[in-house]
């Protein structure tokens, strides 16, 4: 079991930068491959970023690559998204996530994640 909670969120003028944790509990994080998603209001829930269990490798969406940059401590059972030179396009509910995609393709699949946070507000202004 697997419990997230995200933090971080707030508002931005566009051009900023903002940071969000998502904090694990539970003996077997580190056995999980980590991701965070966004929703906007009436949209889907769409692929951010995500870092695998092993090897450390990592997985972005194509709308976000250059900007934004996930880590994960397994230490402090912790993963971090770095966002920079946020735009209004960014708007969303952002989501911290726990899985076991097995291959590329599946790190931005929702539905390869078991375990959610409740998500944390990004807002950018223009």
């Known amino acids: 079991q697997v419990q997230l909670v995200e933090s971080g969120g707030g508002s931005v003028q566009a051009g900023g930068s903002l940071r969000l944790s998502c904090a694990a509990s539970?003996?077997?994080?580190?056995?999980?491959?980590m991701g965070w998603f966004r929703q906007a209001p009436g949209k889907e829930r769409d692929f951010v970023a995500a870092?695998?269990?092993?090897?450390?490798?990592?997985y972005y969406a194509d709308s976000v690559k250059g900007r934004f940059t996930i880590s994960r401590d397994n230490a402090k059972i912790a993963v971090y998204l770095q966002m920079n030179n946020l735009n209004p396009e960014d708007t969303a509910l952002y989501y911290c996530?726990?899985?076991?995609?097995?291959?590329?393709?599946?790190?931005?699949?929702?539905?390869?994640?078991?375990?959610w946070g409740q998500g944390t507000q990004v807002t950018v202004s223009s």
């Open positions: 539970g003996r077997t994080f580190s056995r999980y491959a």
């Open positions: 870092f695998g269990w092993s090897a450390g490798n990592t």
């Open positions: 996530a726990a899985g076991s995609p097995l291959f590329g393709r599946d790190y931005a699949q929702p539905n390869q994640y078991r375990y």
